[in-house]
């Protein structure tokens, strides 16, 4: 990790099949995508290397956050290699890979944030992203949970 880098990791009680589906899926996507009152209003993924993504969320009072970027590498159910822009944010574009490692039918995600610089990295960490992520990886694993005891693909 260097000084640019930001480390997510979490464990599902999922194989990693569904929890890269639930990565990559707009219907999916829209389940749990977010922190508590934020919810996917615009969800568009090309899963292809060079594929472009676009999510629009809306919170409390009307607020809107924009996001997008490309694929840059997709290997299905295992890795992720993506960019990531915030509209309006004018840092630069951060690198996003997520691994999605399978052990006795749970899934450890690991998503590394590389920021173009340690500023970058180190503004993010002043804003709630680090609630935003648990609680909308909270929702994540609540839809997990209900995905497989419902016996959906």
Known sequence: MSETDLVLTRMFAAPRRL???AFTRPELLRR?????????????????????????SRGPGGAELGQSGVFHE?????????SEV??????????????????????????????PSREARDSVLRTPMERGAGEAYDRLA????????????
């Open 74 to 82: 997709v290997a299905a159910p295992g890795r992720l290699v993506q």
């Open 142 to 153: 609540g839809m997990l949970d209900e995905t497989t005891a419902n016996g959906e693909p």
């Open 19 to 21: 929890v890269f589906d």
């Open 86 to 115: 915030h509209d309006g944010w004018e840092e630069g574009e951060a690198l996003v890979t997520t691994v999605f490692d399978e052990r006795d039918g749970r899934t450890v995600m690991t998503t590394t944030v590389r920021y």
């Open 32 to 56: 749990w995508h977010g922190a508590r009152g934020w919810h996917l209003v615009v969800c568009e993924v090309d899963l292809r290397p060079g594929g472009a993504w676009r999510f629009v």
